[in-house]
């Protein structure tokens, strides 16, 4: 089956620790996007990669890092630096214009 | 840069029809998409519509865009159980980029 793989589904960590989100997609899409959804709200975009070894940052990219070695993955790291990092994250790829197909979601709480 | 802008919540009675509305300010969209998202999960593409139309049906599914007034909307015909869900409007913009709405909490009652 095509489609988009994000694990953990729920992954909890302690403050201060940096914590590594997968992002694996065998759809052969170039491009791929990690937002973030807060309780209530909708999507903001954090990265997105257009091409293997190349990325941007999006809308709210502090603290937070990415990495796009392979065409299939784009793992997303929250640093300790990041002030909020509990949310709902999302994964998306896309392959023309801007038709976007998204993953299960990994929900991150920080204590 | 793009607003858009969706009302937080809509009740509708199971075989109504329910309207999702959805406004915008930068008229530069080439795709407007319609997406579903159920509790805990990801995103859903329900459908799209290219700027240069009026109107796209697909199945309980109508999309209207009124390019003027920069508005679009959501129809679901025979509205059930399983379409309770939140719903996003998005905007396709440069980079391949979208700009999403908050999301319209749609709640079907029996």
């Known amino acids: 089956d095509g489609g988009i793989t994000q694990s953990p589904k729920y992954l909890f960590r302690k403050e201060g620790q940096n914590v590594t989100l997968s992002c694996e997609q065998n759809?052969?899409?170039?491009?791929m996007y990690w937002y973030r959804q807060d309780p209530g709200q909708g999507l903001r975009l954090i990265y997105y990669?257009?091409?293997?070894?190349?990325?941007q940052k999006g809308d709210i990219a502090e603290g937070y890092s990415v990495s796009r070695e392979k065409k299939e993955s784009f793992p997303l790291t929250v640093t300790s630096a990041q002030k909020n990092p509990t949310a709902f994250y999302l994964c998306?790829?896309?392959?023309?214009?801007?038709?976007?197909?998204f993953g299960p979601g990994t929900r991150l709480t920080v204590t | 840069g793009e607003d858009v802008e969706q009302s937080l919540f809509l009740s509708v009675r199971e075989g109504d029809s329910s309207v999702i509305n959805c406004t915008y300010t930068?008229?530069?969209?080439?795709?407007l998409y319609w997406y579903k998202q159920e509790p805990g999960a990801g995103l859903q593409l329900l459908t799209y519509?290219?700027?240069?139309?009026d109107m796209k049906q697909d199945q309980r599914l109508t999309v209207l865009l009124n390019k003027k007034d920069k508005h679009l909307s959501l129809r679901i015909a025979d509205t059930q159980t399983g379409d309770s869900a939140i719903y996003f409007c998005?905007?396709?913009?440069?980079?391949?980029?979208?700009?999403f709405g908050g999301g319209t909490r749609v709640l079907v009652k029996p």
């Open positions: 519509i290219f700027s240069n139309m």
């Open positions: 990669s257009q091409i293997v070894n190349d990325f």
């Open positions: 998005a905007l396709g913009a440069a980079g391949n980029k979208l700009t």
């Open positions: 998306a790829s896309s392959i023309v214009s801007n038709e976007q197909y």
């Open positions: 759809l052969n899409h170039d491009a």
């Open positions: 930068d008229s530069s969209s080439t795709y």
